[in-house]
């Protein structure tokens, strides 16, 4: 089975510095998508970044990027010029199927002004 | 915006009672999912819908049941409620069309206590 690691339950950063987040899965299969998710203290998860495992291009999305390692399956998310409102958990998932998406067990980041 | 909406933030039951837990999307999403969320064990999927009476079992079926009787409507049911089914139960959904790589909507959550 596929398995989703987050090897750092916690991370702080400086406001407006950059702070990467690991994580890691374990997969036998060559086409998926990887995601990261953003749980606020509201709870509302929302997508913050989405990688096609086909695409050798890391994927950006403003002050959000990816370092996408296929062949070592490691997938880590980089916030660039951290904001007060970036301090969240965050979750790294794993999607092969419809009915098949693996989360991590997820990284607290807190922000310090 | 999509809008996944759970009905009860907050609920508080006695171990043995019937638990209902609502869900409701607005975008005709053909996927719909329940997700158990506990401290250090991120999100685990409960059950999951790709259709109108379809479900499949996820990874802790056990202790739940699921009813899918219209498209935007997809319900978490307690049978008989225990104290280690307290938890954060996240509801979500997707488009469907074979595409893994469609967005998964979360609605805000369900805080489950059993007392």
């Known amino acids: 089975a596929q398995t989703v690691t987050q090897s750092q339950p916690e991370m702080s950063v400086q406001e407006a510095e950059t702070v990467t987040l690991s994580c890691t899965y374990d997969?036998?299969?060559?086409?998926?998508?990887l995601f990261w998710y953003k749980q606020p203290p509201s709870r509302q998860m929302i997508l913050v970044i989405r990688?096609?495992?086909?695409?050798?291009q890391n994927a950006t999305e403003n002050r959000f990027s990816v370092n996408f390692q296929k062949a070592a399956k490691s997938f880590s998310l980089k916030i660039s010029d951290s904001q007060l409102g970036d301090a969240a958990m965050y979750f790294c998932?794993?999607?092969?199927?419809?009915?098949?998406?693996?989360f991590g067990a997820g990284t607290r980041l807190t922000v310090k002004p | 915006d999509v809008k996944v909406t759970q009905s009860s933030r907050y609920l508080v039951k006695r171990t043995g009672e019937k638990v209902f837990l609502e869900c409701v999307q607005d975008?005709?999403?053909?996927?719909m999912f329940w997700y158990r969320q506990d401290p250090g064990l991120g999100l685990r999927l409960i059950y999951f819908s790709y259709d109108v009476k379809m479900k499949e079992k996820g990874d802790i079926p056990e202790g739940y049941s699921v009813s899918r009787e219209k498209k935007e409507r997809f319900s978490l049911i307690l049978e008989s409620a225990s104290t280690n089914q307290t938890s954060m139960y996240l509801c979500?959904?997707?488009?469907?069309?074979?595409?893994?790589?469609?967005?998964?909507?979360f609605g805000e959550g369900s805080w489950l206590t059993v007392v």
């Open positions: 979500a959904s997707s488009s469907g069309g074979g595409y893994s790589g469609n967005t998964i909507y």
């Open positions: 997969t036998s299969e060559s086409d998926y998508y």
């Open positions: 990688q096609e495992a086909y695409k050798q």
């Open positions: 998932a794993y999607r092969r199927t419809n009915n098949d998406m693996r």
């Open positions: 975008m005709d999403h053909e996927n």
